[in-house]
């Protein structure tokens, strides 16, 4: 979903970017298990207002391939 | 061809802008990969994706380029690909409740904000097929379940609903084909991306048993744990010889490889109607 001007950005990854910032001002965010799809959420609406559209890196979409079956995120 | 990742079931090589897709004969419960191969069982899983991606590409353009331009030792179970940019969301559909979407429903009476009518049980025929999508994190953080509204709000809303809408229509085509030959998509994981014309592409695998749960449904009985064509076997047996679920993982036996082999075969055969002998599809 690369924009018009060609920047992109994942925003998983802009959550992790942002726990760090906050960490490094002294805060402690919650980054648990059950935050993750609100947070997402943010991340990508941040993004989209900042017209950066959200997307995931090739290379990282890749990794995941084939990492984790459907059947297997069963047994979690 | 340059090797890119090596996952737990899959192989990913680049190809000039190209992506080979290779499925091995591995198989991994409880996220350990196992040190016995189920033989064929990558080439069973391509060959019905490749069946699916032909049977409903009239719905979503697919990235399928070729199976047969690809490295000879690979040929029956390697896909050419074009590469695509992921939209981070895992487009699952449920036509009836099990694992983890069970679990959610148990919790919240919900499932990715859904709510579902009360005394559902596992097993259960959902009054019609939902769309719960789960977050795609890019890290090894767990997939989890997020709402219809967040989905619109990390991605827009308009993809948002092509997303839906097609994930839906692509499970409400596919589940009476399956039907008409005895086998019931109780649900369904779907990943989308974006082609480097900005078309909205299906990606990745589709309606085979690593990405969906199959029932036989002669045998489905709502209430108790179905039987299931996929790697329910092995991992039953994995459980059942006390393994602790942490590498290295039990040796898979001579009858047990074979049990789950013939499960592949046959919803192979079942869904596509075609033969499947030594490895060959007829």
């Known amino acids: ?76 | 061809m340059k090797l890119l990742h090596s996952g737990k079931v899959r192989d990913v090589y680049a190809d000039g802008d190209d992506i080979i897709l290779v499925a091995s004969d591995r198989v991994s419960v409880y996220d350990v990969s196992l040190p016995t191969p189920i033989p064929d069982k990558g080439k069973l899983l391509t060959q019905l994706s490749l069946w699916w991606f032909d049977r409903l590409q009239g719905t979503v353009p697919n990235h399928v380029l070729s199976a047969i331009d690809v490295p000879q030792e690979y040929t029956g179970r390697a896909v050419r690909c074009r590469r695509l940019e992921m939209i981070q969301v895992e487009c699952i559909v449920r036509g009836y409740l099990a694992g983890l979407g069970l679990k959610e429903y148990e919790r919240h009476g919900s499932i990715s904000g859904v709510a579902l009518p009360e005394g559902l049980v596992e097993g259960s025929k959902l009054p019609e097929p939902v769309f719960t999508p789960t977050t795609k994190a890019s890290g090894g953080a767990h997939d989890e379940f997020i709402t219809f509204d967040d989905v619109s709000a990390e991605i827009g809303e308009k993809p948002a609903n092509r997303l839906r809408d097609i994930s839906l229509e692509l499970y409400a085509a596919a589940a009476p084909i399956a039907a008409e030959h005895g086998i019931i998509i109780a649900d369904s994981k779907m990943e989308f991306g974006l082609s480097p014309d900005g078309v909205l592409t299906l990606g990745d695998e589709l309606f085979t048993s690593d990405s969906s749960r199959f029932w036989p449904a002669d045998r489905w009985e709502p209430g108790r744990s179905q039987f299931s064509f996929d790697k329910q076997y092995v991992r039953d047996w994995a459980t059942g010889t006390g393994w602790d679920k942490r590498p290295p993982a039990p040796t898979i036996p001579a009858e047990v490889v074979g049990a789950t082999r013939s499960r592949y075969i046959e919803v192979y055969e079942r869904i596509t109607q075609k033969t499947w002998t030594d490895g060959k599809v007829q």
């Open chain 1, 1 to 76: 979903m690369t924009d018009a001007t060609g920047q992109s950005y994942d925003p998983y990854i802009l959550v992790e970017d942002v726990v760090k910032l906050l960490r490094s001002h002294g805060l402690s965010p919650d980054s648990s298990p059950g935050h993750l799809a609100e947070a997402a959420a943010g991340a990508g609406k941040l993004l989209r207002a900042l017209d950066i559209a959200v997307a995931q890196h090739p290379d990282i979409a890749l990794r995941r391939s084939g990492t984790l079956m459907w059947g297997e995120s069963q047994d979690v």
